[in-house]
């Protein structure tokens, strides 16, 4: 799955195709009609209400594709930037490293053996290569 580019729509439409919901069912649990249904299939993005019910409705996560995009594509924190995350927060604070040390262990090891070439590695896992780049001068710091 590519998370950069997220068209919500076409991604409901495929996993209300794979749970085989039938089109009445989604109207009634929505309160609309069924051109509304076939106008949010055509939308790139949905208001987050909607996009909860149709969570619920296909028990499926949809917002974490939007977390998957945050990890992968949202830019660092600048110098400036970081002095206000040191301030609390009344919102819930999330982590944004996904990668256990067992899986960047893992990557390294396909770099060092040579299994596996970098631009393979991001083809394949879909990890940015400032992250590669980033795991590859931490490890060769530790040795």
């Not at 977390?67 to 600048?78: E, F, G, K």
């Amino acid at each position: 799955m590519n998370f950069k580019n997220i068209h919500i729509g076409n991604l409901i439409e495929k996993k209300v195709a794979e749970k085989e919901i039938e089109i009445s069912r989604i109207c009634k649990f929505l309160c609309c009609e069924e051109d509304q249904i076939s106008q949010m299939y055509k939308t790139p993005s949905l208001d987050t209400e909607l996009l909860l019910r149709w969570s619920k409705l296909l028990e499926y996560d949809f917002f974490r594709l939007y977390t998957q995009h945050m990890i992968l594509y949202a830019p660092p924190a600048s110098d400036e930037n970081k002095s206000a995350l040191n301030k609390p927060s009344s919102l819930p604070v999330f982590r944004k490293n996904i990668y256990t040390k067992e899986i960047v262990d893992f990557i390294l090891e396909l770099i060092t053996t040579g299994e596996k070439t970098i631009p393979e590695i991001i083809l394949q896992y879909r990890i940015p290569r400032t992250t590669i780049y980033k795991w590859i001068s931490k490890h060769h710091k530790k040795n």
